[in-house]
């Protein structure tokens, strides 16, 4: 099965990243808003329970810490994706390196660039005129992060959540 | 903000629903195949953490149970919704009665009928030709329950997972 890892961030960024979402995310239905932490890796169901076991105690070491927003970006000339910046804190890549070193797979492509898809799989132009106008727009969203998600993907595509990870130890 | 809780079932019994809900249900790319557990309900952040205390001791002491899926069933005359009809087991009829009582809010407007949505909101024409289809199939679909979730909902109508909780004394 093919999984993945993801944070969800609060229901206001969610909601503005869905404004733009709707219109020109092919991804739009398939998964909430989210920060990719780690890309869809492949598990047998046999090697799950130890893939939980690493990822609770990743997350019980691990502090809330706030994010912040403040404008779009693009991957472009790689790629015509538009996304809401998260501005890179190390408490995120962090996360992010835990996730790929020691038991996990590190099944890494690119250098870790927080974000938050907003546009994608859009052709030449309707990408210039999208990014043109989106990249004007000044945003100030932050959120506390204090979860992550491990989802795994069904054949439609979409995601379902299995288990979310808070941050801490156990209070029961 | 509105919250609801649901389980999800195994990803094959998640895919055969997909392939009914992606034609027949209007909700279908809100959320994955679900059982609700509790209908929607509203939540001020303040309350959020009592809630989840209260649903952490109610999944600590559930233990795992086995559903089974074996036909197609319908809500018709009260709507047109179309289910998979998960079978009444004690534990789960017991799960869902630990979520409206002690200090869980109580807003049960029906019976609890277990099931999982693959079409809602057809004309009675359609509602007609599609029902008369599906009850025909026979499944053999099992899963083993192990946990349930948290979600909230978001302005385009879409939920979100907010915790998981797995049945069971937390193991670190």
New interface residues.
Partial sequence: ?KYGIAL?PN?TI??VA?SYR?RYDTH??LI?PHITLKEPFELIDDERDELI?NL??IA?KTKPFQISIQKVSSFQPLSNTIYLKVEPVDELTTLHEKLHTGKLPNNRKHPFVPHITIGQNMNDVEFSDVYATCRMQKFNLKDTID?F?LL?Q???G???????F?FGD???
Same sequence: chains 1, 2.
Avoid: G, H
């Avoid at 979409?158 to 979310?164: A, D, F, I, K, L």
């Fill in positions: 099965m969800f229901k969610q909601d869905n709707k739009y239905a909430p076991l609770k105690k019980n979860r998600q795994y069904l054949e439609n979409s995601w379902t959540v299995y288990e979310t808070v156990e209070k029961i």
